[in-house]
C-alpha cells in the first residue's frame, strides 16, 4: 500500500493498496481570491512536526489576506503573500497568491515569474486561471497563454520532487509507530493524516474470547466465542499524556496502540489535545491539565474556548475517534462549572488523573460488544462515535426511565464515574443493529440577531464562539435581554425524520423554543438573560454547581432510540452583573466582577468600569454613563463618547473610541480593556427641544 501526495491541482491524496486498486480523496478547493485554497497536504519531509507551528502563522496570514482583500488594499495583499511564501515556500497557492498581488504591477515580470512557480509547484487549474479577475491584467501577454497551456499539461501529473509516503503493514494489537515515513500534514484541515495498514490476528472464536481480560469479561467472552460480537480488533489506541494515564490494551485483544516517532516527541506533537487523522477507529486520552498561569484550565474547556480546537474536535468526532479527559477543577464545588459549552464531541470525566481510565475501557468493552454488522456499517458510516456517545448516554444510572434521555440527566457537560453502568452499556451495545443506527443532526444558524462591538458590547471578541455541524455556542456579550437564532436541523436519516428540541439546562421561563417548520427541523431559538445561576436537574431540585451557561439539545427519534444530541450552548459571562427594568430594558452593567469570581482571560478582557443606561420619558435609549474609579464619562446611544453638551444637557458633540487590551502591571497581570478616543467626530442635532436623541454626522 503506498500514498502519494499530488499537487495543489486536482488536491488530491492518492492511496494504492495494490495493482489497479485506487481510493481518490479529493478535497474541497476554496475559493478567495480566484481559487485561494487553504494549500496541498505537506509531504513526508525535515521538519514535517514542526507543521502546527507553521500553520498557526499560515492561519494568521490568511486572516490578514482577507482583510486586505476586503478593503481592496493590494499592497498590503502583496506585503501578506510574500510573507507566506518567505515562511512557505513550496506552497503552490500562497504563490499563485502573490503572482494575483503582483500583477497589478506596471512591470508584470515578476508576476509571470512567480505564476510559473505556483503552477510548476502544483497550482495547475488552468480554467480558474484563466477566468480569475485578479489575473486580467496579464491575459493580454504572449507568456500568460503560455502559462495556461503549461498549466494545462501538467494538470493531473505529480508534482516533481514529492515523494512516495509508504504506509507499513502492522499486525493488529502490536504498535504501530507515527513518523514522517507515514504522515503527511494537511493544509486543509490543520492536522496530521497518518497511514498504516493493519492485518488481522490469526485468533478468533474461542481464542480470541480466551485473550478478552476487560470489563464484563462474563458476557463478551461468550459473544466472543459465539462470534456474535466484533472485539477491538482494528480498534487503535492513542494515548497523549506521555503514558501518564494509560490504558491497558492487551485487556482488548487486537486494540492496536499508536506510538511516536523520536522526531515526534522532540517536537512535542504527542501530547495534549488530539492532531491526527486516522484510517480506524480511535479510543484516546490525555490526563492531562494546563495548571499554570492566567488561562490555566483543562485540556476539554481549552478545546472549547478556541474556535479551531472546536472545529477540529468536531471532524474527530465525526470521523470515528472517542476522546477522554478529566475536567481537573472546571468542573468543582470552589470555582463551579466553567465550561462555556457543553459538546459531545468527547468525554469530560468528574476528576483529574486517571478517572479517564474507567471510561476508556466502557467504551473499548462496549465497542467489543458490538455485533460485526453492526460494528462494520457505524465504521463506514462514520457514527461509530455519535452512537457511543448515545449509548453511554441512555445506559446511565442517572437515566431512570426511557423518557429520561430526553432531560439534563443524560447529557451532562461533565460525566460521573459513579453514573457508569458498564452492564447496561455493553448490553445495549450488543443488541445494537444497523437498523438502529441514527445519523448525526447537523446544525447550522440561518438567522441571528447581530450586535455591534463598542456600541453594544466592549469586547474584542464576537459573541460567536463556535460553529461546527453538531455544536454551536454563542457568548452572551451584548446588552439585550433577549438574543434570537434561527437554527436550521439537517440530517441524512432515511425515512421521515422528526426533531426533538429540548432544553437540557437553563430556565424553562426564560428559554423558548418555537417551530417553524411541521418537521421541527427549523426552529427559533429565544434566550433570555440568565446571568451566573444555580441550573434546577429534571425534578426541579437545585443542582449542585452554579453555572452560566444554557444547553438546548436537538434529537431525532429513530425505530428504538432518540440520536445522540446536537447542541446549541448560550453562555453568560460570570463575571458581569446586570440589572433590567420591568420592560426588560437594561439598567446597568457592572463590568468590574463585585462578587470575585472565576474571570475567564480567553472569552472576555477585565473591564474596570460600570455602566448606567439613560432613557427618554418615551422608553427609548438615549445612552449611558460610565462609572471608573473617580470618573463618570458620557457615551450616547450610538457609542460616541460625549465632549460637549448644550443647554438641555444634550450631546452635541461627540467622538468615537476604541476598545484596546492595555498590559499593566509590568506583564504580571492580565490586560485591562481601555476606552480610547479617535479623532473622529460626530456632530448631533435635534428637531426640536422635545428631542432627546436627536442624529448625528460626521464633523468635516
Request: a positive charge; one cysteine or more; proline letters at 6%.
Amino acid at each position: 500500500m503506498e500514498v502519494l501526495v499530488r499537487g495543489c491541482t486536482s488536491g488530491e491524496i492518492r492511496i494504492r493498496s495494490g495493482p489497479g486498486e485506487e481510493i481518490i480523496m479529493k478535497r474541497l478547493i476554496v475559493y478567495l481570491i480566484a481559487v485561494f485554497t487553504l494549500g496541498v497536504a505537506v509531504h513526508a519531509e525535515s521538519g514535517l512536526f514542526n507543521k502546527p507551528q507553521t500553520f498557526k502563522q499560515h492561519m494568521l496570514l490568511r486572516h490578514k489576506m482577507m482583510m486586505a482583500m476586503r478593503s481592496g488594499n493590494i499592497e498590503q495583499m502583496e506585503e501578506v503573500c510574500r510573507r507566506a511564501v518567505e515562511i512557505m515556500p513550496q506552497d503552490a497557492t500562497w504563490n499563485y497568491n502573490l503572482a494575483c498581488a503582483l500583477s497589478y504591477r506596471a512591470d508584470k515580470s515578476e508576476a509571470f515569474k512567480v505564476l510559473e512557480k505556483a503552477i510548476e509547484l502544483g497550482f495547475r487549474n488552468p480554467q480558474a486561471i484563466q477566468q480569475d479577475n485578479d489575473l486580467k491584467q496579464l491575459k493580454g501577454e504572449p507568456q500568460f497563454a503560455r502559462l495556461i497551456e503549461k498549466a494545462r499539461e501538467l494538470e493531473g501529473r505529480p508534482v516533481e520532487g514529492l515523494p512516495v509516503v509508504v504506509p507499513p503493514t502492522v499486525m493488529m494489537g502490536l504498535p504501530v509507530e507515527l513518523n514522517a515515513s507515514n504522515t503527511v500534514w494537511n493544509m486543509d484541515t490543520g492536522c496530521f493524516q497518518s497511514y498504516f495498514k493493519l492485518l488481522a490476528p490469526v485468533e478468533k472464536g474461542e481464542a480470541l474470547a480466551a485473550a478478552y481480560n476487560g470489563p464484563v469479561s462474563d458476557l463478551i467472552k461468550g459473544w466472543l466465542a459465539d462470534g456474535s460480537a466484533s472485539g477491538n480488533s482494528g480498534d487503535l489506541y492513542v494515548n497523549r499524556d506521555r503514558g501518564h494515564s494509560l490504558l491497558k490494551v492487551n485487556d482488548f485483544p487486537g486494540m492496536t496502540p499508536v506510538v511516536y516517532c523520536k522526531a515526534a516527541l522532540e517536537a512535542n506533537v504527542d501530547s495534549n489535545l488530539p492532531n491526527t487523522m486516522f484510517s480506524y477507529p480511535v479510543i484516546g486520552n490525555s490526563s492531562m491539565a494546563m495548571t499554570k498561569g492566567f488561562f490555566w484550565r483543562s485540556l476539554p474547556r481549552a478545546g472549547l474556548s478556541d474556535q479551531f480546537a472546536s472545529i477540529m474536535n468536531s471532524r474527530l468526532y465525526l470521523d470515528n475517534q472517542m476522546w477522554f479527559y478529566p475536567e481537573h477543577k472546571d468542573y468543582d464545588s470552589e470555582l463551579g462549572d466553567l465550561f462555556p459549552a457543553n459538546a459531545p464531541f468527547y468525554t469530560v470525566v468528574q476528576g483529574s488523573s486517571f478517572k479517564d481510565k474507567c471510561f476508556m475501557r466502557a467504551f473499548a468493552a462496549a465497542m467489543a460488544a458490538l455485533p460485526p454488522a453492526t460494528r462494520r456499517y457505524l465504521t463506514s458510516t462514520k457514527s461509530l462515535a455519535p452512537t457511543m456517545q448515545m449509548l453511554l448516554r441512555y445506559s446511565s444510572s442517572a437515566v431512570k426511565k426511557p423518557e429520561d434521555y430526553l432531560t439534563g440527566a443524560a447529557h451532562p457537560v461533565v460525566f460521573d464515574g459513579v453514573d457508569l453502568n458498564l452492564t447496561n452499556l455493553v448490553k445495549m451495545a450488543h443488541d445494537l443493529k444497523p437498523e438502529d443506527v441514527l445519523p448525526v443532526v447537523n446544525l447550522q444558524v440561518v438567522r441571528e440577531d447581530q450586535r455591534v462591538s463598542g456600541r453594544d458590547y466592549f469586547d474584542r471578541l464576537p459573541e460567536i464562539l463556535f460553529n461546527t455541524p453538531c455544536c454551536i455556542s454563542r457568548i452572551v456579550r451584548g446588552v439585550d435581554y433577549e438574543r434570537k437564532m434561527v437554527v436550521q436541523a439537517q440530517t441524512a436519516f432515511k425515512g421521515t425524520a422528526e426533531y426533538k428540541w429540548v432544553l437540557l439546562q437553563g430556565d424553562m421561563d426564560k428559554v423558548k423554543i418555537k417551530k417553524l417548520s411541521a418537521d421541527g427541523s427549523r426552529v427559533e431559538i429565544t434566550v433570555a438573560w440568565h446571568g451566573y445561576y444555580r441550573p434546577e436537574n429534571a425534578d426541579g431540585s437545585p443542582m449542585r454547581l452554579m453555572s452560566g451557561r444554557v444547553d438546548i439539545g436537538c434529537f431525532i427519534k429513530g425505530r428504538r432510540y432518540y440520536s445522540a444530541p446536537s447542541m446549541v450552548s448560550v453562555y453568560h459571562l460570570p463575571s458581569e452583573e446586570r440589572v433590567y427594568n420591568a420592560e426588560k430594558k437594561i439598567v446597568s452593567v457592572d463590568y468590574r466582577n463585585p462578587y470575585k469570581r472565576y474571570f475567564d482571560p480567553a472569552l472576555s478582557v477585565q473591564k474596570n468600569w460600570k455602566d448606567l443606561y439613560a432613557y427618554t420619558e418615551t422608553g427609548d435609549l438615549k445612552g449611558w454613563f460610565r462609572k471608573m474609579d473617580d470618573r463618570i464619562e458620557r457615551f450616547t446611544y450610538a457609542g460616541h463618547k460625549v465632549l460637549q453638551t448644550d443647554k438641555y444637557d444634550r450631546p452635541v458633540l461627540a467622538c468615537a473610541v476604541s476598545y484596546l487590551p492595555r498590559q499593566t502591571g509590568g506583564g504580571v497581570a492580565l490586560p485591562v480593556m481601555t476606552c480610547v478616543n479617535t479623532e473622529i467626530k460626530f456632530a448631533y442635532k435635534y428637531k426640536n427641544t422635545r428631542d432627546q436623541t436627536g442624529s448625528f454626522a460626521p464633523v468635516n
